[in-house]
């Protein structure tokens, strides 16, 4: 980790603790929401970035998260509700990821998005049969609370990421993005670093959703399960540059002042901007932000 990585995390350390202290309720839910995008996409990262496995159904776990606090709210205390949602999350792509991960390339980029849309609607049907067709969720906990869980998260997901590059779990999971019959042949357990990968990747996710669930007190699947959350995460680590940790916190970081401009306003000016944002950065920046600012004797 080079001195401006460091720097750039102590400094989002101590804006994060610092902004409850502020007492601004605007300020808290912004950094509430931009710790849940950094949060989603470092656990991205830890799979797709490392594997070139690109996931669009990240979504699904973000979803399974907070249909899992549904399900528990009022009968679980709160921070175990929020533990078991990251947990079912982990052992759902832990019980997917092996038919899953056996496709490469756009293939799995489909499978995923399908994936997603498969369990979005049939958790409509299951709440079409018990007569919910939306939730709402009353005695959440307030702003405060919730965002120290989802600022620990986003601590935690970025720590994760770091540690998974420099790892020899991690070694392995880049050898498999270079070649993955070559890896194979000289010993890289394949199939099991990958379903460990895709586990940790949505661990994170579950928790999220639940947190995000909570805050906004309403549950229905089609906004739980919304691909646009997907779409959006890969967009923030194409546009961060989700080869470096940092990247995903600047690709979060950039597009939630970009949303903050002109979502209210025009969001459809928003949505044009996103995608051609992700044209220019996918044709011409491919290292993103982060490599940007990495010096040029440093990048890859």
Known sequence: MGWFDAALFALLAVLGVAVPLSGDGYLLGLAFNLALWIALTQSWSILSATTGYVSLGHVVFYGLGSYVLVLTVGSLPVPLAIVLAGVAAAVFALVVGLPVLRVRG???VILTFGLAELVKHLVVQIEAALGQYSRLLFGMPDLPYLYWWM????????????????????????????????????????NRLKLLAF?????????VGALAQMRTGYFEPGQAFDPVVSFSIVTMAVVGGSDQARGPILGAAAFLLLSELLWSSLP??????????????????????AGLLTPPGRRR
């Open 151 to 190: 600022f620990g998260l986003a601590v935690a997901a970025t720590a994760a990421a770091v540690a998974v590059r420099r790892s020899r779990f991690g070694r392995g999971l880049l050898a498999i993005r270079e070649n993955e019959e070559a890896a194979e042949t000289v010993g890289v357990p394949v």
């Open 268 to 289: 459809q000016l928003y949505m044009i901007i996103l995608g051609v944002l992700l044209i220019v950065f996918v044709l011409f920046i491919p290292q993103g932000l």
């Open 106 to 108: 756009p293939y799995f």
């Open 199 to 207: 586990a940790a990747s949505a661990a994170v996710p579950g928790a």
